[in-house]
């Protein structure tokens, strides 16, 4: 689809009829974005529970809770918690799950960033429907990292996620246990994610032709199901495993006071060695591993985390809103108001205590051992493309169950480049099953520091072109790669490939 045929989609010139409430918002956009309640900060931050088990179950229920306000909403939970336990596992050890279904809509359980036989991957067609099981058993063979796990079943990701699904699946291993980072309280999960909270509190998914198209936005940010938390620390180093599990907002983290953290890992474990930063922009489906030293903090301080929205990375949306080009188009843009700019304070850190800490940082944190892009056997164009009043797809095809659309022999090492030609402003974080990758460039601009660690998921700006690079090792059977904005994946921006 050309760019002026979509333009003319939206409405832009045509006196259009589908996207009209959206063009009535234009005047009352709330620009500021995210809503935060006026008893922030009052709230101690929860951490997931931990499984620390090779046998156990998990048991998709759905329930209801009070997030904020006073109406509860309808949420699903794993074992009864929201977010859903911390699986935290040794490299090495075999994993027996039984995934129990007690929601009213099929699900099934995939282990993002894991490399696991087909039948353990989650793939949509194992989907189970209400009320039964589904068992796995794997082993972990992979380097210590921050994975994760979330519900797949099609056409059904999106809202699951959305209510509660997901939780984190950390791997340890004896280096990266060598190199004594800051652990137990020192070491924070939080699993970051928009939701749309109406006036009373209550959690809302409503999914219609715009946000298929665009994905699902909400007005607030939540850190492990709670909005605007706080955490009392010390001054000593932290580690703080940052997972972006928004259905479909990009996020850049930074601190309140813009100090220098440090990013020690990626999707899939350790960097080679650890970078200064002061900011670092997350997909949905990324993950960062942090070090943080709070010695600079005195006790009474406190530093606020702080999200930014960047779906209008790339600079596109900013031409969009009429910077230097046609007005129409700006207009038109700004008044997609179901995507909020902004930013907020989405977590106080509270310094109480005074602490020595022993901890120095490690220059050298981990080999990646790469393969090199000329060994590669072949590479793929992976054409992310844009139908006609049916959304974002990937080369002009929708999901199909059984459909391979990639073949791959086993033991491959390939290029992926993913080339985005969806026309409107918009990021696609794009993930690969059954692999970890190394992202060897992007046309939009420089990788960032994690961006050079192992990856599973990428994002891929507007007009980008992204190339990685990947051996497919994993045991032969169907995969999926898609979309991570869980609502483009939902609306089939994804594809089967098969190792053979
Ligand atoms: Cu995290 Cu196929 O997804
Ligand atoms: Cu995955
Ligand atoms: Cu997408």
């Given at each position: 689809?050309?760019?002026?045929?979509?333009?003319?989609?939206?409405?832009?010139?045509?006196?259009i009829?589908?996207f009209t409430p959206?063009?009535?918002?234009?005047?009352s956009?709330?620009?500021?974005?995210?809503?935060?309640?006026?008893?922030?900060f009052?709230?101690?931050?929860?951490?997931?529970?931990?499984?620390?088990?090779?046998?156990?179950?998990?048991?998709?229920?759905?329930?209801?809770?009070?997030?904020?306000g006073?109406?509860?909403?309808d949420?699903?939970?794993?074992?009864?918690?929201?977010?859903?336990?911390?699986?935290?596992?040794?490299?090495?050890?075999l994993?027996n799950?039984?995934?129990?279904?007690?929601i009213?809509?099929?699900?099934?359980?995939?282990?993002?960033?894991l490399?696991?036989?087909?039948?353990?991957?989650?793939?949509?067609?194992?989907?189970?429907?209400?009320?039964?099981?589904?068992?796995?058993h794997?082993?972990?063979?992979?380097?210590?990292?921050?994975?994760?796990?979330?519900?797949?079943?099609?056409?059904?990701?999106?809202?699951?996620?959305?209510?509660?699904?997901?939780?984190?699946?950390?791997?340890?291993?004896?280096?990266?246990q060598?190199?004594?980072?800051?652990?137990?309280?020192?070491?924070?999960?939080?699993?970051v994610?928009?939701?749309?909270?109406?006036?009373?509190?209550?959690?809302?998914?409503?999914?219609?032709?715009?946000e298929?198209?665009?994905?699902?936005?909400?007005?607030?940010l939540?850190?492990n199901g709670?909005r605007?938390?706080?955490?009392?620390l010390?001054?000593?180093?932290?580690?703080?495993?940052?997972?972006?599990?928004?259905?479909?907002?990009?996020?850049?983290?930074?601190?309140?006071?813009?100090?220098?953290?440090?990013?020690?890992?990626?999707?899939?474990?350790?960097?080679?060695?650890?970078?200064?930063?002061?900011?670092?922009r997350?997909?949905?489906?990324?993950?960062?591993d942090?070090?943080?030293?709070?010695?600079?903090?005195?006790t009474?301080?406190?530093?606020?985390?702080?999200?930014?929205?960047?779906?209008?990375?790339g600079?596109?949306?900013?031409?969009?809103?009429?910077?230097?080009?046609?007005?129409?188009?700006?207009r038109m843009?700004?008044?997609?108001?179901n995507?909020?700019?902004?930013?907020?304070?989405?977590?106080?850190?509270r310094i109480?205590k005074?602490e020595?800490d022993?901890?120095?940082?490690?220059?050298?944190?981990?080999?990646?051992?790469?393969?090199?892009?000329?060994?590669?056997?072949?590479?793929?164009?992976?054409?992310?493309t844009?139908?006609?009043?049916?959304?974002?797809?990937?080369?002009?095809?929708?999901?199909?169950?059984?459909?391979?659309?990639?073949?791959?022999?086993?033991?491959?090492?390939e290029?992926?480049?993913?080339?985005?030609?969806?026309?409107?402003p918009m990021?696609?974080?794009?993930h690969?099953?059954?692999?970890q990758?190394?992202?060897?460039?992007?046309?939009?601009?420089?990788?960032?520091?994690?961006?050079?660690g192992w990856?599973?998921?990428?994002?891929?700006?507007?007009?980008?072109t992204?190339?990685?690079?990947?051996?497919?090792?994993?045991?032969?059977?169907?995969?999926?790669?898609?979309?991570?904005?869980?609502?483009?994946?939902?609306n089939?921006?994804?594809?089967?490939?098969e190792?053979?």
């Amino acid at each position: 689809m050309e760019r002026k045929e979509f333009l003319k989609y939206l409405g832009v010139g045509s006196g259009i009829v589908a996207f009209t409430p959206v063009l009535l918002a234009c005047n009352s956009e709330v620009k500021e974005g995210f809503v935060m309640p006026q008893n922030a900060f009052t709230q101690p931050l929860h951490f997931p529970e931990e499984i620390r088990a090779n046998d156990f179950d998990l048991v998709a229920e759905s329930t209801q809770k009070t997030l904020a306000g006073d109406a509860p909403s309808d949420i699903f939970t794993l074992n009864g918690a929201l977010p859903s336990p911390t699986i935290r596992i040794k490299r090495g050890q075999l994993l027996n799950i039984n995934f129990q279904n007690r929601i009213a809509q099929e699900s099934i359980l995939h282990w993002h960033g894991l490399i696991v036989p087909p039948a353990m991957d989650g793939h949509p067609k194992d989907a189970v429907p209400p009320g039964q099981n589904y068992n796995y058993h794997f082993d972990v063979d992979q380097r210590a990292g921050t994975y994760w796990y979330h519900p797949h079943p099609d056409q059904l990701t999106g809202p699951q996620v959305y209510r509660g699904l997901g939780g984190f699946f950390i791997v340890e291993d004896e280096e990266e246990q060598a190199l004594g980072l800051p652990s137990g309280g020192r070491e924070l999960p939080l699993i970051v994610q928009d939701k749309q909270l109406n006036r009373s509190g209550r959690l809302t998914y409503n999914v219609g032709r715009m946000e298929r198209m665009m994905g699902f936005f909400g007005n607030t940010l939540l850190v492990n199901g709670q909005r605007a938390p706080y955490h009392e620390l010390s001054t000593s180093w932290h580690r703080l495993r940052l997972l972006n599990g928004s259905n479909a907002r990009v996020l850049d983290f930074s601190f309140s006071d813009n100090s220098p953290f440090y990013v020690i890992g990626s999707d899939g474990g350790l960097l080679e060695q650890p970078h200064e930063i002061s900011s670092i922009r997350l997909a949905p489906g990324e993950r960062a591993d942090l070090l943080v030293d709070f010695s600079a903090y005195d006790t009474g301080d406190s530093v606020y985390m702080v999200a930014k929205a960047r779906n209008n990375s790339g600079g596109m949306m900013e031409r969009m809103h009429g910077r230097g080009t046609r007005r129409g188009r700006g207009r038109m843009m700004s008044g997609a108001k179901n995507i909020p700019e902004g930013q907020a304070k989405i977590l106080e850190f509270r310094i109480t205590k005074d602490e020595q800490d022993a901890f120095q940082l490690p220059q050298k944190l981990s080999e990646t051992s790469f393969p090199t892009p000329a060994d590669a056997d072949r590479s793929r164009r992976i054409n992310l493309t844009m139908e006609m009043m049916q959304g974002p797809a990937i080369d002009g095809k929708f999901f199909e169950m059984m459909r391979v659309d990639q073949k791959v022999p086993r033991g491959a090492l390939e290029v992926w480049e993913f080339t985005n030609n969806t026309m409107m402003p918009m990021p696609h974080p794009m993930h690969i099953h059954a692999t970890q990758f190394k992202v060897l460039e992007r046309s939009g601009g420089e990788l960032s520091p994690h961006e050079r660690g192992w990856k599973d998921t990428v994002l891929v700006g507007a007009d980008e072109t992204v190339r990685v690079l990947t051996k497919f090792d994993a045991p032969k059977g169907l995969y999926v790669f898609h979309c991570h904005n869980l609502e483009h994946e939902d609306n089939g921006m994804m594809a089967n490939f098969e190792i053979s």
